[in-house]
């Protein structure tokens, strides 16, 4: 699958676009066995290294943590659609995110990173991997489309953002799906009602002259540095001059986490 004209003209127009099924069902296998592993072995310190957030299961700096990510990272499709929104850019960050069976884990609408684009253009994309489907029942996202064209964040506009906004949509996406966002886009995740997790990856990117979330050549082990070949050091940014949010590690907002 390649991506489209009509994708990149609706990431423009709506800020989002679904990418269905268009990762092996044998890679989906092998990132679930993965993150259930990492969970199972960190415990309560999961996704310590960022956030952690009620009702959910979170992990971070997963860059560190197996090779089997790598792919997550390199995958060309969506690459090629980030830097339609981006232009030149860099991974900010490589999370999990779990919605636990039945939980009220729905989240307030937000923008990523908490912040709007500037005079050169947007600065934050995400590309959310369906490791389960998506429905309306277990978790999935709900985004308000056009709202990265609004020069607003929603707690700004909104008397409460945990409120369903009247032009809101809910995606729906089978496993091994691709979630593209302008992530300046109004969206959040919504509650559980179903006995099993809802999980997925957030490969989460940044303009090239903006902070990393998770500070890659800080994170990173120097065992996993020396092995990254060039196009991977390129988007880790592991060879550039630390811009100074990274050196001082006050850029780790998730747009609605405190």
Known sequence: M???????????????VV????????LIEELVAEVERIWNDEG??????????????????????????????LHRYSLT??????????????N???????????????CDGGCLPDDHGPKVANVVWCLDDFNAKNGTLRVVPGTHLSGHLPQDELVDPELNHPDQKIILAKA????????HLWHAGTENRTRFPR????????????????FQQRLLSRERQATANDTLRY????????LKDEILQSNSVSGFLE
């Open 176 to 183: 091994g799906s691709l979630i593209v966002v302008n992530a």
């Open 199 to 214: 999980r997925a990856l957030h490969a989460y990117y940044c303009r090239r002259d903006q902070p990393q979330q998770q």
């Open 44 to 73: 309560e310190s999961a996704g310590a290294e960022f956030k952690q957030e009620a009702n959910t299961r979170r992990l971070a700096n997963l860059v560190d943590k197996s090779r089997v990510f790598e792919q997550v990272i």
């Open 235 to 242: 988007l880790l940014a592991l060879d550039d001059k630390p």
């Open 81 to 94: 659609l980030v830097g339609h929104i981006l232009g030149d850019f860099k991974l900010s960050s490589l």
């Open 96 to 110: 999990a995110r779990s919605a636990n069976p039945m939980s009220a884990c729905g989240q307030p609408l937000h």
């Open 2 to 16: 390649v991506p489209l004209l009509e994708h990149r003209e609706q990431l423009d127009k709506e800020g989002f």
């Open 19 to 26: 990418l269905p099924e268009c990762v092996d069902q044998g």
